[in-house]
């Protein structure tokens, strides 16, 4: 079955996919800076929402994402309580621009991006590994979401889900490097080349502002 997700600004039918994406306000009309940014995550920690949990296909669940960027947006403009993983969000948003920055930037890089899910089936506990089967769901959502939502630059958040990226990217051997070593991959979708990065994930120590140099190099590459 398809679902329609209304954006405010068009209807989006994606049939693979359960976690809709958070889709920024100001994503599809002109993006952060003119870059349309799609910011990949690998799954969900909700011990209470898995099946046969009766919520499982309720709205709330399958708004799961949204959710979560809402809250803490909500926080941010001090219409919330902070929760831990707030703190991850944050740290990604300062380093991506390089210093860290008010809370009215912060909100307004959010309104501008997507931010989607890989799994979709949420985990029973915190840092599980999904498993293959999980990883070969999340492929053909995932390739359903950047056929509709067009990005410019993708941006993976943590090394596990980064090597389980599906065989439709490709490595281009350029001079660009990550920290880590690491050439850019992209993602061919009708004529249109979307480079893809591999970050540590932002909640790790190892993400540091040393990482924020590449980003920009990065967002040069869609030109």
């Known amino acids: 079955m398809c679902r329609l997700y209304k954006t405010g600004i068009k209807e ?15 994503y599809l009309t002109h993006g952060y800076n003119g ?17 046969p949990c009766p919520d499982y296909f309720s709205e709330k669940c399958k708004n799961k994402t949204i959710q979560v960027v809402e809250d803490f947006l ?8 902070h929760k831990p993983y707030m703190t991850t969000y944050t740290r990604f948003t300062n380093i ?3 210093k860290k920055i008010r809370n ?5 890089f959010w309104n501008s991006v997507v931010f989607y899910s890989y799994i979709q089936i949420a985990m029973d506990k915190p840092r599980q590994e999904p498993s293959m089967e999980d990883f070969e769901t999340g492929d053909e959502a995932f390739v359903e979401v950047i056929q509709e939502l067009q990005p410019d630059v993708i941006i993976v958040w943590g ?4 090597e389980k990226m599906p ?17 850019l991959y992209y993602y061919f979708n009708n004529g249109k080349e979307i480079p893809a990065m591999g970050i540590y994930h932002p909640s790790s120590s190892y993400f540091t502002y040393e990482d924020s140099p590449f980003f920009k190099v990065l967002l040069e590459k869609t030109l």
């Open 96 to 98: 991506f621009i390089g």
């Open 12 to 26: 989006i039918i994606m049939s693979k996919v359960f976690f809709k994406p958070w889709i920024g306000k100001n």
């Open 159 to 162: 090394n596990r889900l980064w």
């Open 167 to 183: 065989d439709s990217f490709h490595e281009i051997n350029e001079d660009f490097l990550d920290r880590q070593g690491r050439l």
């Open 74 to 81: 909500n926080y941010k403009n001090n219409n919330g309580v």
């Open 35 to 51: 870059k349309k940014i799609f910011l990949l995550g690998e799954s969900h920690y909700c011990g209470d929402c898995l099946a």
């Open 104 to 108: 009215n930037e912060l909100i307004n």
